[in-house]
Nanobody
Framework: VQLQASGGGLVQAGGSLRLSCAAS????????MGWFRQAPGKEREFVAA????????TYADSVKDRFTISRDNAENTVYLQMNSLKPEDTAVYYC??????????????WGQGTLVTVSS
C-alpha cells in the first residue's frame, strides 16, 4: 500500500491542524492505520492508531484529549485532527499502515512525512 500524507504547516500554539493520509494500491479496509512523529534530534514516537473500521483507537498520553484519529474508508483516507497544539508537538508526522497491529508497534508501511511547526 502506498501512503501520501499532507496537511502540515505552521500554526500558533493553541491552534488546530488536520493531517490527511491517502492510501492507494491495496484494499484500504485491510489495514489498521496510525500516525507517528519525529521531532528534531529525537526518535520517532507513536501518536495515534485506529483499527480498520475506526471504532477502536489508541493514543499516546501526550496527545490524548487533544488529537483525534479518524478514517473515511470510502475515500481511502485517514485523518489526524490536532487541537490545542503546543510547541512540543512540532515534528514531522508520518502515517503508517499495518494489517495486524494498531498501536506503537505497527508500521509495515510508511508514508512520507509532513512537517508540523507550532510557534509559541
Amino acid at each position: 500500500v502506498q501512503l501520501q500524507a499532507s496537511g502540515g504547516g505552521l500554526v500558533q500554539a493553541g491552534g488546530s491542524l488536520r493531517l490527511s493520509c491517502a492510501a492507494s494500491g491495496r484494499t484500504f479496509t485491510n489495514y489498521n492505520m496510525g500516525w507517528f512523529r519525529q521531532a528534531p534530534g529525537k526518535e520517532r514516537e507513536f501518536v495515534a492508531a485506529g483499527n480498520w473500521n475506526g471504532y477502536s483507537t489508541t493514543y499516546a498520553d501526550s496527545v490524548k484529549d487533544r488529537f483525534t484519529i479518524s478514517r473515511d474508508n470510502a475515500e481511502n483516507t485517514v485523518y489526524l485532527q490536532m487541537n490545542s497544539l503546543k510547541p512540543e508537538d512540532t515534528a514531522v508526522y508520518y502515517c503508517a499502515a499495518d494489517q495486524r497491529r494498531a498501536g506503537p508497534n505497527m508500521g509495515a508501511y510508511w508514508g512520507q512525512g509532513t512537517l508540523v511547526t507550532v510557534s509559541s
